[in-house]
């Protein structure tokens, strides 16, 4: 069951010729076309499904600096900037509040972890606080719960994920840009080595620059033109309750994570649980990700399921006049695991008993692209000139989404780079260097 997301119309027919396609509506898609768009480029925003309709529509809404690798916490600052002025720029509301983050554990060594990550934050200006377990459990006051202990990122927010990349996407349709919805990508036209234009299933537009945005699709996109890029996805179940009372605004416990949306109710889910499906890809690509798998195989499951067969990772192969499996799986939807979803209500009811009688309104599956590292590919394709990629945010991509749109628009403009993009680069994970996994 896709979530509710705020949905726009579409222009009716794709240009002839732009300065730059935008492939994916995504955050950082919707982002980089608004961006792009900003600067006066000639923009049209291709997306197979709808604006937001995969995980960007699908996340917990967090816009955090707390807990970042130190590689991403340039781009996590500069985000919450952009998340402050967003709203009065384009003139909508995206949802955005600076609430805080509350992050309470009764696990020493997580506690520990965090007052370590705070030397580290401190060298970024982010005001941590650690919390005394009589602060803690004041802090989490109606659970009835005693806490070791909490850390607060007085700072972080949380925007909605219904509303940011439509909104966003509205924002560069404003300034001159193009929406094109249910209409894929097929592939790059390319001339003499560099992109003259993209096929979608509409026809062909012809441009000289090309940034892929397509989360957990861009691999195979990218396969399809000889280049590899090492992506594995993670399959996750979130759910929707009905408005409740209040009890917080972003909340993190080991038993769940909540967070209140705009209309009272909350979003829940339970941090790490997810599923790792073996696929042709993820077989491809299983000796780069073998650092990752040691570290985070205790919070994910292993199977096989439906998208060994179909979907981003499986096997295929297609011509640019024929159907491509971007258009056969206009949305990825996967259902959300019951025994999930209902262990989430569970601990969430038990952790607060205000929510006692709290109802779920709605449940969804979301595939979270991860980057052998977990840390995002935002980088010029050496291969192809003019080619772009901004790929494999490995679940840190809502927040971050302007800034890294903002990033990836200078890199397609050849504009001063608003953060260092070395840590981003997509040779990094093909020319031999040591792969370090980052922060989850």
């Known amino acids: 069951m896709s979530p509710a997301v705020h949905r726009i119309a579409s222009d009716e027919t794709i240009p002839e010729s732009v300065d730059v396609?935008?492939?994916?509506?995504?955050?950082?898609?919707?982002?980089?076309?608004?961006?792009?768009?900003?600067?006066?480029?000639?923009?049209?925003?291709?997306?197979?499904?709808?604006?937001?309709?995969?995980?960007?529509?699908r996340n917990w809404g967090w816009c955090r600096r707390q807990n970042r690798d130190e590689r991403e916490l340039p781009l996590a600052s500069l985000a919450l900037r952009l998340w402050d002025g967003l709203a009065a720029e384009i003139g909508r509301d995206l949802g955005f509040r600076r609430c805080g983050l509350l992050y309470v554990t009764d696990n020493p060594a997580q506690l520990a972890e965090w007052e370590k990550w705070r030397e580290l934050g401190r060298r970024f200006d982010v005001d941590t606080r650690m919390l005394s377990a009589a602060e803690a459990t004041a802090?989490?006051?109606?659970?009835?719960?005693?806490?070791?202990?909490?850390?607060?990122?007085?700072?972080?927010?949380?925007?909605?994920?219904?509303?940011?990349?439509?909104?966003?996407?509205?924002?560069?349709?404003?300034?001159?840009?193009?929406?094109?919805?249910?209409?894929?990508?097929?592939?790059?036209?390319?001339?003499?080595?560099?992109?003259?234009?993209?096929v979608t299933e509409k026809g062909t537009i012809r441009a000289g620059a090309v940034l892929c945005a397509g989360g957990a699709w861009a691999s195979a996109f990218c396969r399809r033109h000889g280049i590899s890029f090492p992506q594995a996805s993670v399959r996750q179940s979130i759910l929707r309750t009905r408005p409740a009372p209040h009890v917080t605004e972003a909340l993190y416990t080991p038993d769940c994570a909540l967070t209140r949306r705009l209309d009272g109710s909350y979003t829940l889910a339970i941090s790490g649980k997810a599923t790792l499906e073996v696929t042709p890809q993820a077989l491809r690509h299983a000796r780069a990700f073998l650092p990752m798998f040691v570290k985070r195989l205790k919070a994910?499951?292993?199977?096989?399921?439906?998208?060994?067969?179909?979907?981003?990772?499986?096997?295929?192969?297609?011509?640019?006049?024929?159907?491509?499996?971007?258009?056969?799986?206009?949305v990825l939807d996967p259902a959300p695991n019951s025994r999930t979803i209902a262990k989430t209500l569970a601990r969430a009811r038990g952790l607060y008993p205000a929510l006692a009688d709290v109802e779920v309104a709605e449940a969804w599956g979301g595939y979270v692209d991860f980057t052998p590292d977990a840390v995002p590919v935002i980088s010029p394709v050496a291969s192809i000139k003019g080619f772009f990629l901004a790929a494999g945010f490995s679940g840190h991509g809502f927040g971050i989404g302007p800034a890294a749109g903002q990033l990836a628009a200078d890199l397609v403009a050849n504009d001063t780079p608003c953060v260092d993009p070395g840590p981003f680069r997509l040779s990094r994970l093909r020319d031999g260097s040591r792969v370090e996994v980052g922060a989850i």
């Open 300 to 330: 994910v499951e292993v199977g096989i399921g439906r998208s060994f067969f179909a979907g981003p990772e499986a096997f295929g192969r297609w011509r640019e006049d024929e159907v491509s499996p971007f258009e056969r799986i206009r």
């Open 21 to 57: 396609v935008v492939i994916g509506g995504g955050i950082v898609g919707a982002a980089a076309a608004y961006f792009l768009a900003r600067r006066r480029q000639k923009v049209a925003l291709v997306e197979k499904g709808w604006i937001a309709g995969e995980q960007s529509g």
């Open 139 to 198: 802090a989490t006051a109606g659970t009835g719960r005693n806490w070791l202990g909490a850390a607060h990122s007085v700072d972080d927010g949380k925007a909605d994920p219904a509303l940011a990349a439509p909104v966003l996407a509205e924002g560069a349709r404003r300034l001159g840009a193009t929406i094109h919805q249910a209409c894929a990508a097929r592939g790059l036209e390319i001339t003499n080595g560099a992109v003259s234009g993209v």
